[in-house]
């Protein structure tokens, strides 16, 4: 079973978690999305998350944990447009990073958000069965079947949804 985790503002969590869990294809759905947070990470600790992704950091005191939680990880999908300081991500040499967000440096970013968000994945990634994925503009209303309100957090669920994409 793949644990996947999201680390986001309190009141995006569970919006998240129910749309990666609507979103996410039946190939995978042997799938865990565990939301992490400050009240939780100590039982949560132990667990070894295959994919983790972070929205926002403001509410995680505990930096050390969540390192300690990446180090494990596969793929860190990440907001480019948070402070991620106290995240040591030189740990783990075989963490994929993507990043996400308006920067135009991140990985996915927005191409247009006025007929609806399309994303463009800048750089090419590798889905979890090690399958490239090339640059290209993509509409995340063909990816995410419940889209969020937020276009911030639908860039880093498409980042996941294409991380676990069917081939």
Do not use: C, W
């Not at 503002?9 to 869990?21: G, Y």
Request: hydrophobic residues 40%; glycine residues 4%.
């Amino acid at each position: 079973m793949a644990f996947i985790g999201v680390i986001a503002e309190s009141k995006n969590e569970m919006q998240i978690k129910r749309v990666l869990d609507n979103s996410l294809n039946s190939k995978y759905k042997q799938h865990m999305i565990i939301t992490i947070n400050d009240k939780n990470i100590d039982n949560i600790k132990n667990i070894r998350f295959e994919t983790i992704l972070v929205t926002n950091l403001d509410g995680i005191t505990n930096k050390n944990a969540i390192n300690e939680l990446l180090k494990n990880a596969q793929y860190l999908v990440i907001s480019a447009d948070i402070d991620s300081r106290g995240l040591q991500l030189n740990n783990n040499i075989k963490l994929n990073v993507i990043t996400f967000g308006f920067n135009q440096k991140s990985t996915i970013t927005a191409s247009s958000v006025e007929d609806g968000l399309m994303i463009f994945i800048q750089r090419k990634i590798y889905d979890i069965n090690g399958n490239p994925i090339e640059p290209q503009e993509i509409e995340t209303k063909n990816l995410i079947k419940m889209m969020p309100k937020n276009a911030h957090n639908s860039m880093g669920i498409a980042g996941i949804i294409l991380i676990y994409r069917k081939k």
